[in-house]
């Protein structure tokens, strides 16, 4: 059972960069197969897919926060982090880290990837304040 | 980006029901639907892929269905452990979006 763990300051001040790390056990941050995401949820809102990223580095990210976004990937370390530039209180969430995989499914259209997030972390609060 | 719709937002039932929760998306999203179960304080946890698929470990009792644009999950025989938010998230297109949750609250 793959298990991650978020860490980071629970505080951000406003403008400065709000820095976390999910540390990832009994799986690999190299796996071919897998992807290493972030998600968050404000309080009182819904769940936001910030990004991911592949053992390779590459990465995707939500258009919405992609100018302020970047995660990056320490294989040694079996980690991957997350740097979010210029916060303001609208930064102020719960963040989660998740291992996302991906099934295969046919339909009359034909050959698709169904990609899914099947290990989460618990979850760690930031909040943006002076 | 597409738009994911849960109805209802919240629902009261009592254990022993069976409940159903529908998402609708903003456009085709043919089957890469997944469901996911959160409570307060704990990480979501997994219950639907690609729309039917039951992840490994989740009670048969919940289950999915759907293509295209309308999804449903399903829970049978309600049980105490399954009051909780759910929300269901399209892997379709990018950016991944998730609906805005439906809290299954106790009658």
């Known amino acids: 059972q793959v298990q991650l763990q978020e860490s980071g300051p629970g505080l951000v001040k406003p403008s400065e960069t709000l820095s976390l790390t999910c540390s990832v056990s009994?799986?690999?941050?190299?796996?071919?197969?897998?992807?290493w995401s972030w998600i968050r949820q404000p309080p009182g809102k819904g769940l936001e897919w910030i990004g991911y990223?592949?053992?390779?580095?590459?990465?995707n990210y939500n258009p919405s926060l992609k100018s302020r976004v970047t995660i990056s990937i320490n294989t040694s370390e079996n980690q991957f982090s997350l740097k979010l530039t210029s916060v303001t209180a609208a930064d102020t969430a719960v963040y989660y880290c998740?291992?996302?995989?991906?099934?295969?499914?046919?339909?009359?259209?034909?050959?698709?990837?169904?990609?899914?997030?099947?290990?989460w972390g618990k979850g760690t609060t930031v909040i943006v304040s002076s | 980006d597409i738009q994911m719709t849960q109805s209802p937002s919240s629902l009261s039932a009592s254990v022993g029901d069976r409940v159903t929760i529908t998402c609708r998306a903003s456009?085709?999203?043919?089957?890469?639907l997944n469901w996911y179960q959160h409570k307060p304080g704990k990480a979501p946890t997994l219950l639907i892929y690609?729309?039917?698929s039951l992840q490994s470990g989740v009670p048969s009792r919940f289950s999915g269905g759907g293509s295209g644009t309308d999804f449903t999950l399903t829970i049978n025989t309600l049980q105490p452990d399954d009051f909780a938010t759910y929300y269901c998230?399209?892997?379709?297109?990018?950016?991944?979006?998730f609906g805005q949750g439906t809290k299954v609250e106790i009658k």
């Open positions: 998740a291992r996302e995989t991906r099934a295969a499914y046919y339909d009359p259209s034909g050959f698709h990837n169904a990609p899914y997030m099947d290990f």
């Open positions: 009994d799986g690999s941050v190299s796996s071919a197969s897998d992807y």
């Open positions: 990223i592949y053992h390779s580095g590459t990465t």
């Open positions: 456009q085709s999203i043919s089957g890469s």
């Open positions: 690609a729309a039917s």
């Open positions: 998230q399209q892997s379709y297109s990018f950016p991944w979006t």
